[in-house]
């Protein structure tokens, strides 16, 4: 089982309202990743951090954000949730500069915009 | 264009029989195939990681073979339970990036009945 948390785990909220998931994960790891899933599809990365204070977007545009101001913590706020934000949200961690280093994912968090 | 296409999409077997799943991809320069398990509403997780000079490699009643000449993976699940059911989901990292860059496809649904 990977130390990896992610909280909510679900949430329901109403649209225009400013929502934060969270993940942390207490491995050390450098690497931080935010993907999104619709049902049946893949996985699409949209944010990625290679450490503190660094924060890159993905390949599928996202109009949330991340900050990384520690290394355990990794963040993605929405300023202004809409109904085509309802996915679910994985968060991963991986270390070092190894292509082989497996990425241990998060529960994520289910979200649906009202 | 990098991409990773799997097959079935969906299969359903009876608890104790075997099965094989396939996965098909197109990712440049390749660097790893990993294959992960996913069960409903939880966080993918890794079950092999091959290498290009790996044929074959095993995890429990789990074995993923590559031929990377062809480009093609398949995961064999052996003497099947009801756990099994879950999303398998192949994953290519390409050996571009010091990211990591990961593209996945789109699972295969395995539903193991008793």
């Known amino acids: 089982e990977a130390d990896i948390y992610q909280t909510p785990r679900y949430l329901v909220i109403g649209t225009g309202k400013k929502i934060t998931l969270e993940c942390s994960q207490t491995?050390?790891?450098?690497?931080m990743y935010w993907y999104q899933q619709d049902p049946g599809m893949e996985l699409h990365l949209i944010h990625y951090?290679?450490?503190?204070?660094?924060?890159e977007k993905g390949d599928l545009s996202s109009e949330s954000t991340v900050s990384r101001i520690r290394t355990e913590h990794f963040p993605l706020t929405l300023e202004s949730a809409r109904p085509s934000h309802t996915s679910q949200y994985l968060c991963?961690?991986?270390?070092?500069?190894?292509?082989?280093?497996?990425?241990?994912f998060g529960p994520g968090t289910r979200l649906t915009v009202l | 264009k990098n991409q990773v296409e799997q097959s079935p999409q969906s299969l359903i077997i009876l608890e104790g029989k075997n099965c094989t799943l396939q996965?098909?991809?197109?990712?440049?320069?390749?660097?790893?195939l990993r294959w992960y398990k996913q069960d409903t509403g939880r966080g993918p997780v890794s079950l092999t990681i091959?290498?290009?000079?790996?044929n074959t490699k095993s995890n429990g009643r789990y074995t993923a073979t590559l031929d990377a000449d062809t480009k093609q993976s398949s995961l064999h699940i052996t003497a099947s339970q009801l756990s099994d059911s879950a999303s398998y989901i192949c994953?290519?990292?390409?050996?571009?990036?010091?990211?990591?860059?990961?593209?996945f496809g789109r699972g295969t649904q395995l539903t193991v009945w008793p």
């Open positions: 091959m290498t290009f000079s790996e």
């Open positions: 491995m050390g790891h450098d690497k």
């Open positions: 951090s290679y450490g503190v204070n660094s924060t």
């Open positions: 991963a961690s991986t270390y070092g500069t190894s292509g082989r280093a497996e990425q241990f």
């Open positions: 994953v290519v990292a390409d050996r571009g990036s010091t990211l990591g860059r990961l593209y």
């Open positions: 996965c098909n991809y197109t990712v440049s320069p390749f660097s790893n």
